[in-house]
């Protein structure tokens, strides 16, 4: 840390040149590759996140194409088994646990914290390359013969009889495990660490909050993770029994190991999304966030009470009825600091002066999914109802809610959100609207008949169906074109905006967080002088009663 | 029905009708909640639009009595949401003590049913209206799950272990029955269908198969065929207990603990009898892991139950 800034706090180095930035800090392929630049790290992880979506879009449409017809007449059962596979493993481990985090968290909470990078830069490189390097591994997997065990990867199907590449696969999310390990240990470092002078814990934004949980979820949970799929990989080539009862094994301990993760990683993708939420709200209706505190502890409380809800996905497995009970029981409670956050959201929007900018629909779309993905966690949460829909597309549309309704509708938001600081240049509103709007409608047209569906019996990764599901998953794949499209407009117009878009002012949403004060784009070294913190987050001016 | 114009499937068992009622009821607390906050959500949406006139004096930036107030009442719901669906569910896991047993061994990718009079079906199940009937499974390889939409019930089906599912069908009609648990290429086609008859019908359909033997029958001679008599049997020189009324009682081990004799641990007893040995004997007995089908082993401990 020796910036100029540092060492001449009093006066405010000038730049060399203006629009001297981040960005303009070399251009060769290498100034990009071995970057130690946060700000550049979010680019990559922007750029290979993006190819992943578009993997796993494409295997979604290859499944929705099948589902038209009740018989499987576009793929052979193998090759709809590895779609739905590769679209689960795909858009879970290489998407949406690193979207907000390793992009948006990576570019913004340096500059949100008044710091220069995080507190270890080249761990944040080495997370980036281990995050490719098992992105690599389960794409040559795919391409070389696919894996057919769905992302679950439930034993002893996969460990010991699926006849695809399930060791190569394991490996590759082994490795991947690693890069969010690392992510979460130097996102908790830097908030400690690396806050600007008078930036305590309760002046932080909240998307910090969020990140500070989701990295102690990726620190405590993930290790488990990458164990466990070790263990499947172990015996499939060495036949020692772990998981499979011919060699003494216990298949259910596999589901229990995978969901001590997965339940926790759940909150992993959704915690920073409401983190993104609440930045937006609170910048477009000029209010503080209602009831910050709140939102704080809940961030928290979700990622402590995550990780006791596990055996939620086993009530049909034959776990004990009574254990049954309590994880029934913990799960209710877990929905009520969701709630908590939805309400909060809400009255922050009292009296406030809201301006419906891109990010702002994005904002109310989540609010809308997230409510409806949350509350139907509550049936699956009561035993007696989840008996029957589990396995079904009453809960595939209940996660779907949750992490594209949800998760999704944050990313996008925040990346509409922070386009102008990451980049510079503004997006077309117009576009960005229709997109934002076609988004909203394709998606509740794709997932809303899937609720229904799931409670008529149609079971999960069925190939083949029911000729009485087919006009259901009509509208459903009616929807995911509609939703194929929207999805694509961003990509267009965020590229045409890069050469063509208005250049933006470094604050164009006039928001109050510090990642606003410094240049669009941000300087190498983010502040060209140590920012100091005087005020509480959120602090818009008093709105004039009786007026705008 | 006053609520057919709902999208609710075929009810055809008891437990049917007490997962809908749960379910619209919870429906209706939803919709509750989404409209509620959609509504307060537009009007703030509208009222507040920057450049409309509104009043925003006096705003609040956080409430004490607001954020106890709508945590407490979601916590009280949730409570009272879990007490009803938990007692919903003990009484779908307890099967009555009169349920009739039918033997399932699931495998990629069919469903082999044997009826106690012997009958065998493949992905088909024959059942009797109004009697409870028990369902005792296991799977030959991968997990499966026997899922009857219209029952509402649906239980994994593992291998190395016995589950148990039950229902009261109470519609004569022929239902779907799937497998809800991915379980490898042709997963999709593990399908099948439930056809509840009248009991007179179904005594009928009984009769009516080219069955040989009944379970029990079957199980006696298995006993007989692969040796098991010969330590067994009481006059043998070997010394082995006699099976006589174990099952279902307590069974006192050598390591001093005392166990149920459940299907469980008949199964254990015969594939793996060094796990469980019982107290006063020597671990002799051989495994006959490998050389028993799921369906031998069914047949096996059927007879053993007889034992009196
Ligand atoms: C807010 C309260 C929530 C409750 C009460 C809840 C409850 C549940 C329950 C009980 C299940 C198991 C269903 C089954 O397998 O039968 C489930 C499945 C699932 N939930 Fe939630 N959930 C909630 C929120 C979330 C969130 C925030 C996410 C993700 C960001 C999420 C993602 C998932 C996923 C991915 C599955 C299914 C995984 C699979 O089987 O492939 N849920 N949820
Ligand atoms: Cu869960
Ligand atoms: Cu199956």
């Not at chain 1, 814990?201 to 990726?218: D, G, K, Q």
């Not at chain 2, 004490?64 to 409570?79: G, R, T």
């Not at chain 2, 001679?221 to 049997?233: E, N, V």
């Amino acid at each position: 840390m020796s910036s100029e800034a540092l060492t001449h706090p009093a006066e405010p180095a000038k730049h060399a040149s203006a629009g001297d930035n981040y960005l303009t800090n070399g251009f060769s392929l290498k100034s990009w590759l071995l970057t130690l630049d946060h700000k550049r790290i979010g680019i990559l992880y922007l750029i290979s996140v993006s190819v992943f979506f578009v993997i796993g879009g494409l295997a979604a449409s290859l499944i929705r194409l099948e589902l038209i017809t009740p018989a499987g007449d576009v793929l052979s059962h193998e090759t709809y088994n590895k779609m739905f596979t590769v679209h689960g493993v795909v858009m879970v481990f290489f998407f949406l646990v690193p979207s907000i985090p390793a992009v948006l968290g990576n570019f913004l909470i340096p500059l949100m914290i008044g710091a220069r990078d995080l507190a270890f830069p080249r761990l944040n490189l080495l997370s980036w390359y281990i995050y490719i390097v098992g992105g690599l591994f389960t794409l040559t997997v795919a391409l070389t013969g696919g894996i057919d065990t769905g992302w679950t990867f439930y034993t002893p199907y996969s460990s010991m009889f699926s006849n695809t590449y399930v060791a190569m696969a394991a490996v590759g999310v082994f490795i991947t495990g690693f890069s969010s390990i690392l992510t979460g240990l130097n996102f908790i470092v830097t908030i400690h660490k690396m806050r600007a002078p008078g930036l305590t814990w309760f002046r932080l934004p909240l998307f910090v909050w969020a990140h500070y949980a989701t990295s102690l979820i990726m620190i405590l949970g993930t290790p488990v993770l990458a164990s466990t799929v070790a263990l499947v990989a172990v015996e499939r080539v060495f036949h020692i029994g772990v998981f499979d009862p011919a060699l003494g094994g216990d298949p259910i301990l596999f589901q229990h190991l995978f969901w001590f993760y997965s339940h926790p990683a759940v909150y992993i993708m959704i915690l920073p999304a409401m983190g993104v939420i609440s930045e937006l709200i609170s910048t477009f209706s000029r209010r503080p966030i209602f009831g910050y505190h709140f939102i704080a502890f809940s961030s928290i409380a979700i990622a402590a009470i995550g990780f006791l809800v596990w055996g939620h996905h086993l009530f049909v497995s034959g776990q004990s009825p009574y254990a049954g009970l309590v994880f029934s029981f913990i799960t209710f409670l877990v929905a009520v600091p969701s709630a908590i956050k939805t309400f909060n959201w809400t009255a922050t929007l009292y009296k406030s002066s809201i301006s419906w900018d891109t990010p702002m629909i994005y904002a109310m779309g989540f609010m809308g999914l997230f409510l409806i993905g949350g509350l139907t966690g509550l049936y699956l949460a009561a035993i007696a109802i989840d008996i029957h829909v589990t396995d079904t597309y009453f809960v595939v549309a209940h996660f779907h809610y949750i992490m594209v309704g949800g998760a999704v509708m944050g990313y996008l938001g925040g990346m509409h959100y922070w386009w102008p600081k990451i980049t510079g240049r503004m997006y077309p509103e117009g576009w960005a609207k229709i997109s934002a709007v076609l988004i909203f409608a394709g998606f509740n047209l794709t997932f809303f008949p899937q609720f229904i569906v799931g409670y008529w019996g149609m079971p999960r990764r069925y190939h083949t169906y029911a000729a009485e599901f087919q006009v259901l998953n009509v509208m459903s794949t009616a929807g995911a074109s509609v939703l194929g499209f929207a999805y694509a407009f961003p990509v267009f117009y965020f590229l045409w905006s890069l050469k063509y878009g208005k250049k933006a002012p470094s604050n164009p949403w006039g928001a109050t967080g510090l990642e606003w004060q410094t240049p669009s784009p941000p300087p190498t070294t983010n502040f060209d002088e140590v920012p100091v913190v005087t005020e509480e987050p959120y602090h818009y001016p008093m709105l004039e009663p009786e007026r705008v | 029905m006053l609520l057919s114009f709902l999208p609710i499937p075929d009810q055809a068992s008891t437990q049917a009708v007490s997962v809908d009622t749960l379910f619209l009821v919870f429906t209706a607390l939803v919709v509750f909640f989404t409209v509620l906050v959609c509504v307060v959500l537009i009007i703030f949406s509208i009222k507040y639009t920057r450049g409309t006139k509104a009043d925003r004096s006096n705003p609040l930036d956080g409430s004490l009595k607001l954020e106890i107030m709508w945590s407490v009442i979601p916590l009280f719901l949730a409570i009272g949401a879990f007490g009803w669906a938990s007692h919903v569910y003990f009484e779908m896991v307890h099967p009555p003590a009169d349920a009739m047993e039918i033997h399932v061994v699931g495998r990629q990718w069919m469903w082999k049913i044997q009826h106690p009079t012997g009958q065998r079906e493949i992905n088909e199940l024959h059942v009797p209206v109004g009697r409870p009937v028990k369902l005792t499974m296991t799977s030959q390889d991968v997990i499966h799950s026997f899922f009857i939409p219209a029952f509402r019930v649906k239980q994994d089906v593992v291998p190395g272990t016995y589950s148990q599912l039950w229902f009261e069908a109470t519609k004569p009609g022929t239902y779907h029955l799937f497998c809800a648990e991915y379980c490898g290429t042709e997963h999709s086609r593990m399908i099948g269908s439930v056809v509840v008859m009248e009991p007179q019908a179904y005594e009928e359909w009984l009769q009516s198969g080219t069955t040989s033997e009944s379970m029990v029958a079957a199980g006696e001679r298995l006993f007989r065929d692969k040796g098991c008599s010969g330590c067994h049997a009481g006059t043998s020189s070997v010394r082995a207990p006699i099976l006589n009324g174990v099952y279902g009682g307590p069974v006192p081990l050598d390591d001093g603990s005392v166990v149920t004799a459940d299907d469980m641990y008949m199964r254990d007893s015969i594939l793996l009898p060094k796990k469980q040995v019982a107290a006063g004997f020597k671990p002799i007995m051989p495994t006959y892991q490998g050389q028993l089908s799921e369906e031998e082993l069914f047949q096996l401990i059927a007879y053993i139950k007889t034992l009196k």
